[in-house]
């Protein structure tokens, strides 16, 4: 997308494509920010949520779509990056396999240089603390100390122009987020949430991510647009 001049104040929000992310960028705009939105092809399992950020950001009417190529794969240790590592389809115990290491970390440190070239004070993220799957990256505690590290690392922030890490999420239950989504016009027939999507989109069903997908819907009482394989 062409960037726009504007004088609304900026945010960066990471858009995974998935029904979090979306939620959240509607959010940032309802704010007022002018959104830029950035996704990474990090070497996932399914490349579909890329397509599904994509068609995310033309909806909502973003200034700008980045994707970053990044090769997590390289380090594997997740199901999520290492095709021989299962996607787990019923519930675990613990930290599960799907957790890349420090996804949320690198993610985070690149939106914070392009909020940085941008002049934007905002970075947005998804995650969530109540309906989760006890990623270690998710916590409240990695959210702020983040913060005071972009302030403490970055010429904007040693001159006084800090950043905040906003998480608007972090305290909703899926359904108050779908909800809310509803609310401020997200389509969510256009997000892709499963960790093994195919080529179209469709869903697994069985993932820990669709499991809390589905149930969100649910417990809101909307109906769940999710295509499923």
Not at 27 to 50: I, K, P, V
Not at 96 to 103: F, K, L, Q, S, W
Request: glycine residues 10%; hydrophobic residues 40%; contains cysteine.
């Amino acid at each position: 997308m062409t960037e726009q001049i504007t004088d609304q104040k900026r945010a960066v929000i990471l858009l995974s494509g998935g029904l979090d992310s979306a939620t959240v960028v509607a959010m940032a705009r309802a704010e007022g920010y002018s959104c830029y939105t950035m996704s990474f092809d990090y070497g996932q399992r399914s490349h579909a949520e890329l397509d599904a950020a994509a068609r995310v950001a033309r909806d909502l009417g973003v200034v700008e779509h980045k994707v970053i190529g990044l090769n997590l794969n390289g380090i594997g240790g997740s199901a999520l990056t290492d095709s021989s590592i299962d996607v787990p389809e019923a519930p675990t115990e613990g930290i599960p396999v799907t957790y890349v290491p420090a996804r949320n970390t690198v993610f985070l440190s690149l939106a914070l240089g392009w909020a940085e070239v941008l002049n934007a004070r905002d970075i947005f993220i998804g995650v969530n603390a109540v309906d989760y799957s006890g990623y270690p990256d998710c916590r409240p505690e990695f959210v702020e100390s983040f913060e005071r590290m972009a302030n403490l690392a970055t010429k904007a922030g040693v001159e006084g122009h800090g950043f905040r890490i906003q998480a608007p999420l972090q305290n909703l239950s899926k359904a108050d987020i779908v909800k809310a989504g509803v609310r401020l016009g997200v389509d969510y027939s256009l997000t892709v949430s499963c960790y093994q999507a195919d080529n179209d989109g469709r869903a697994c069903r069985k993932c820990d991510s669709c499991r809390l997908r589905a149930e969100g819907f649910q417990a809101a009482g909307i109906t769940d647009p999710t295509r499923y394989f």
